[in-house]
């Protein structure tokens, strides 16, 4: 294995869960959650935040982690630890507990796959390997999204005024949103915002946006029989002709397409 990269030591899929078994609790290896669907905040040391879909928690060993469900929860919870020591960039990668993943639909897919591994139930060599993988991939993203941004400050807890933004995004993402109005309403030029944003969550105000509404038209695409339109209106979307050309971008697959594949 490439130095530098972390050794899965055991991983397992939560679903739906409105609390956890432990408010809080600290580990002997490093931990990483991973949000499919949901919402919690937490507190590693000083710092203090919320994390959903696109955001990674990791936990150092040892640290007390303390995580409270906000929103019914989804989450891939990995242990893993390195076979050369701490790797020298991790503190630098790590600096901030919770690191943003833009990429949608590669982040997607990992979950995916994590998801089916765990639900083999196998602990073989095999199936072990397969998760190493994903968990590899999703570590690629980590140092990807550090290195283009190596100035940037990964949590959001250092702006308070945009943590701000973030909640009326997330609350309104169901709705028509202009990000200049967004400005307008929060004092700001849409430039000041994007910049400011971008500094918080590594993502453009609409990127972020963007990735809500998927996350949210992949889950009524699977839950409900509605129509791609009747979807579109749940999303913030005007149609579902919007709502296809999004989706398709973000995940690869056209919702219709999506929505066949993931069904069981």
Known sequence: MSSGLPEIFYHVYWSKKDKFLYETDTYVTWVLFGVEEGR????????????????????????????????????????????????????????????RLPQIRRLSENYSCLRQADQQLSFSSDNQKLKQHYLSDLWLMIAQQASESPGADLSLEKDEFIRNVEIFLHNHAHEAIEIRNVANRF??????????????????????????????????????????????????????????????????????????????
């Open 40 to 99: 919690f905040e937490y507190r590693i040391g000083e710092d203090y935040g919320f994390a959903e879909f696109g955001d990674v928690v990791v936990c150092p060993p040892q640290v007390a982690f303390y995580r409270n469900v906000l929103e019914s929860l989804s989450f891939h919870s990995i242990t893993f630890t390195f076979s050369d020591g701490d790797p020298q960039q991790l503190q630098h990668l790590l600096a901030h507990r919770k690191i």
């Open 187 to 264: 004092g700001m030029t849409p430039v000041q915002l994007i910049r400011r944003f971008k500094n918080a969550y590594s993502v453009n105000p609409l990127q972020y946006l963007t990735s809500i509404r998927v996350k949210q038209a992949s889950r009524l695409l699977l839950s409900t029989e509605w129509t791609l339109d009747v979807i579109a209106g749940k999303c913030g979307y005007e149609n579902g002709f919007y709502l296809s050309r999004v989706f398709r971008k973000a995940m690869g697959v056209s919702p219709s397409e999506f929505r066949k594949q993931n069904r069981y």
